[in-house]
Nanobody, 126 residues
Framework: QLQLVESGGGLAQAGGSLRLSCAASGRTFGNYAMGWFRQTPGKEREFVTAVSWNGGSTKYSDSVKGRFTTSRDNTKNTVYLQMNSLKPEDTAVYYC???????????????????WGQGTQVTVSS
């Protein structure tokens, strides 16, 4: 089992920034591609971004491209999501997740991610 714990969520104003962290434990973190997803009530979980096992390849949804950046530090077993130029529509619960296929182009489909954190709330006020 890989345990994932997100932190860093909270309240931000539109145009502001937040940085989420996701700490992993239990298995070899570097074996996994890591992703961030978000969800609002009544909607399906939405892909935000993903990063390959070594940080060499990333993928972003069109809605966050140019505003959000994902990175990872395998020495700290942690993946990060830097969110800039926040918009009210970014309000959601954000989840980090681990994809057992760590190599190559990161995948965006939630069904490929075997491990999930408990989520952290991000609220952006206008």
């Amino acid at each position: 089992q890989l345990q994932l714990v997100e932190s860093g969520g909270g309240l931000a104003q539109a145009g502001g920034s937040l940085r989420l962290s996701c700490a992993a434990s239990g298995r070899t973190f570097g074996n996994y591609a890591m992703g961030w997803f978000r969800q609002t009530p009544g909607k399906e979980r939405e892909f935000v971004t993903a990063v390959s096992w070594n940080g060499g390849s990333t993928k972003y949804s069109d809605s966050v491209k140019g505003r959000f950046t994902t990175s990872r530090d395998n020495t700290k077993n942690t993946v990060y999501l830097q969110m800039n130029s926040l918009k009210p529509e970014d309000t959601a619960v954000y989840y980090c997740a681990a994809d057992t296929y760590g190599l190559g182009e990161p995948r965006a489909e939630a069904r490929f991610f075997a491990y999930w954190g408990q989520g952290t709330q991000v609220t952006v006020s206008s």
